[in-house]
């Protein structure tokens, strides 16, 4: 899986990512930006070129390859 | 710290405790590492997960588009922290420098930044919030539970409070096809936020939607059936509404319990820190060693006056993170003002709805562009001859301009011709927000004076 997010307040709803991208983007309203927070694994490749193709760089894509470094519970 | 190296050795080998391991604690780990700290860094979270993001609960939750469990925030680099998860921090010794941990355990730090966040209020009288079917919505868990119970299908969802969180729960509800009754003190939904007549707005949205939309009342009482399920809300009216979902969006409140006793100027208002997210004390005298960030914190802003300001914005957890986490290994005359423009966005009934600035200041508004009724516009908020805030409803692209008029403190009414020319750009009409002493349901920006201690605490010496 790979993690994303993305920063609404920058998003301007150019709707690139959703033309790039359809499984994880989706235009919600007339500019609203639905995602998929979680995408699969085939869509990294995508999901990257959607990343590169905004136009003011809302798209987080996780930097690291998923599980990231050791997250525990440990006291 | 100046010259004779003590910075030096913090950055190499220093100790940096994070408590609050969200949004704003995980982005200020990413952006100590990114600066070359690299000494211990210890993230304490009370939630048993990784960071997650919060915004997609309340929307692509909902909507049954993402697991509740799916929004873990994406990593900008690797922190190489220790983690300790599911254990909530209890107190801290500012004179030893060491946070209390539940388990019993003591952390010592050299620097603490405290990102604790906001909870979601609960429903006033306890036995009612515990009946089966209330909800709050702040956490994963509480997102995961609310979703499976409206997979269920709810005969009628009730939903508590018409602020940003509780008009998306509406949103979310009629797309999924389901019966919502809103109740809000207020005159409108969205009033204390962006006041009357963008609440108009937000109200006629939410009727057009099917939205059974209540304003001007106040829930009395909950009520449950002999099993334990609530069944009906009583409302001020005198009317009942019949329901099996009732979700509780009655705003938040701060995470700053655990700091009571330890000497910190936190309270039920958050934690005062200076315009470098240096934490005060109660007496109004600003530390060196502790930092917030997010939710939790108060902070003065240079254009708004050098007022307080608490803001539950997702962006300024992520900015004020970032100034938070470089300040701490910086010299000081190295360190950087938190200076970040408010700036808010939220989804519903078809609607993004973006602001910036703090429109909640204005007491005047104009429609520059597009029109209140066509539901497409900028609203421009007015405070004593300037531009204070602007909101956008599906126009979004033209926000960064006003950003601007706000940043640069453009008189108001603003000098340009308003670019549509229609009657309601015309002229300023006032913004008709509630009165401040009446709370409404949850406004996300916070003006709280000038102040550095929370008067409203108790100061209870720790020895
Ligand atoms: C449903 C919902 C929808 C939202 N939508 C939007 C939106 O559309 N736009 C927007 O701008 N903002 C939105 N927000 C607000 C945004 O999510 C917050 O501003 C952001 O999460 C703040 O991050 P934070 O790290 O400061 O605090 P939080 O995310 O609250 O994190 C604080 C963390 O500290 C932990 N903690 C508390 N006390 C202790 C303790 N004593 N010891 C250890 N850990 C502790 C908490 O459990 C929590 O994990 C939304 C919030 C919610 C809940
Ligand atoms: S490409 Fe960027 S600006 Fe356009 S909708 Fe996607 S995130 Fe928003």
């Known amino acids: ?5 993305v920063d609404l307040n920058r998003c301007q709803g150019y709707a690139q990512c959703a033309f790039l991208a359809p499984e994880v983007f989706v235009m919600h309203g007339e500019e609203g930006l639905l995602y998929n927070p979680e995408a699969e694994e085939a869509q990294r490749e995508k999901l990257a070129q959607a990343s590169a193709a905004c136009p003011v ?12 470094e050791a997250v525990s519970g440990e006291r | 710290m100046n010259g004779d190296g003590s910075l030096e050795r913090l950055r ?69 922290a220790t983690w300790r998860l599911g254990v909530p921090a209890t107190g801290l010794d500012m004179a030893a420098r060491r946070v209390r941990l539940a388990d019993g355990d003591e952390v010592p730090y050299d620097r603490l930044l405290i990102a ?46 018409a602020g ?44 057009e939607h099917g939205v059974d939309l209540r304003c001007g009342v106040m829930v009395t009482s909950l009520e449950g059936d002999s099993s334990g399920r609530v069944r009906a809300a009583h409302l001020s009216d005198g009317s009942t509404v019949e329901t099996d979902v009732v979700v509780v969006s009655l705003g938040a409140t701060r995470n700053t319990e655990w700091l009571a006793g330890s000497g910190l100027g936190a309270g039920p208002r958050g934690i005062a820190c200076d315009a470098g997210c240096r934490a005060f004390d109660i007496r109004g005298i600003v530390t060196d060693d502790i930092y917030v960030a997010g939710d939790v914190a108060r902070s003065p802003h240079a254009l708004f006056g050098y007022q307080f300001l608490s803001l539950e914005h997702w962006g300024n957890a992520v900015a004020q993170a970032e100034i ?33 600035g703090v429109p909640s200041l204005g007491t005047e508004i104009m429609v520059p562009q597009g029109t209140l009724a066509s539901r497409r516009f900028i609203g421009v908020y007015g405070y004593q001859g300037r531009v204070i805030g602007a909101v956008a409803f599906d126009h979004a692209r033209w926000l960064p301009f ?35 002493s009446v709370p409404t349901h949850g406004p996300t920006v916070t003006l709280s004076g000038y102040s550095p201690a929370d008067r409203r605490m108790t100061f209870t010496p720790a020895h």
């Open chain 2, 116 to 161: 604790t966040g906001v909870r979601a209020r609960p429903w006033p009288r306890e036995a009612e919030a515990e009946l089966d079917g209330v909800f709050v919505l702040r956490t994963r868990e509480e997102g995961a539970a609310l979703a499976r119970r409206l997979a269920d299908g709810p005969k009628r969802v009730f939903v508590i409070g």
């Open chain 2, 402 to 436: 006003y950003q601007e008029l706000v940043e640069t403190t453009a008189p108001f009414p603003p000098p340009f011709p308003t670019v549509d020319r229609h009657p309601d750009g015309q002229r300023p009409m006032d913004a008709d927000f509630p009165d401040p």
């Open chain 2, 12 to 80: 190499r080998e220093g100790r940096i405790v994070v408590v609050g391991a969200s949004l704003a604690g995980l982005r200020a780990a990413e952006t100590l590492r990114d600066k070359g700290f690299a000494g211990s860094l210890t993230m304490i979270g009370d939630e048993p997960y990784e960071p997650y993001d919060r915004p997609p609960l309340s929307k692509q939750v909902l909507l049954g588009m993402a697991p509740a469990d799916s929004t873990a925030l994406p990593r900008r680099r690797a922190v190489d």
């Open chain 1, 57 to 68: 760089q809302a798209i987080l894509v996780d930097a690291m390859d998923a599980p990231a």
């Open chain 2, 324 to 356: 938070a986490a470089h300040n701490m290994i910086s010299e000081s005359a190295d360190r950087l003002p938190h200076m970040w423009v408010p700036a808010f966005w939220s989804s519903q009934f078809g609607v993004n709805i973006k602001s910036v």
């Open chain 2, 164 to 207: 940003f969180t509780g008009s998306e729960i509406a949103s979310a509800c009629r797309e999924r096809g389901l019966s919502v009754t809103v109740a809000e003190r207020g005159a409108a939904p969205l009033v204390g936020a962006l006041g009357g007549v963008v609440g108009a707005v937000a109200a006629d949205l939410q009727r």
């Open chain 1, 1 to 5: 899986m790979v993690r994303l997010v």
